[in-house]
């Protein structure tokens, strides 16, 4: 069945970095545009990268440009997104989806 698994999230200082990744299976990867959301406590979910099938083609919410990259294998089979200098305001909870899928989320807690 259509599957997507986040990893790489934890507790990390003001700063840092972290590097999610989120496979996928069940379905033809490779063809699908991939999205990174978060969604904080209280707050509604919001887009924070996508990429093409392809990956030719990225684009990133303006809170996070400049410091979010996202990537993809599509060998692997796998989305990742590398966040540096971290905030606190970047504290959420990640998915990753598919447009036909999501996954179940990896907590980021940025906190000194």
């Known amino acids: 069945q259509v599957q997507l698994v986040e990893s790489g999230g934890g507790l990390v200082q003001p700063g840092g970095s972290l590097r999610l990744s989120c496979k996928a299976s069940?379905?033809?990867?490779?063809?699908?545009?991939m999205r990174w959301y978060r969604q904080a406590p209280g707050k509604e979910r919001e887009l924070v990268a996508s990429i093409s099938s392809t990956g030719g083609n990225t684009d990133y919410a303006d809170s996070v440009k400049g410091r979010f990259t996202i990537s993809r294998d599509n060998f692997e089979n796998t989305v990742h997104l590398q966040m540096n200098s971290l905030k606190p305001e970047d504290t959420a909870v990640y998915y990753c989806s598919s447009g036909i899928s999501w996954g179940q989320g990896t907590q980021v807690t940025v906190s000194s």
């Open positions: 069940g379905f033809p990867f490779s063809y699908y545009l």
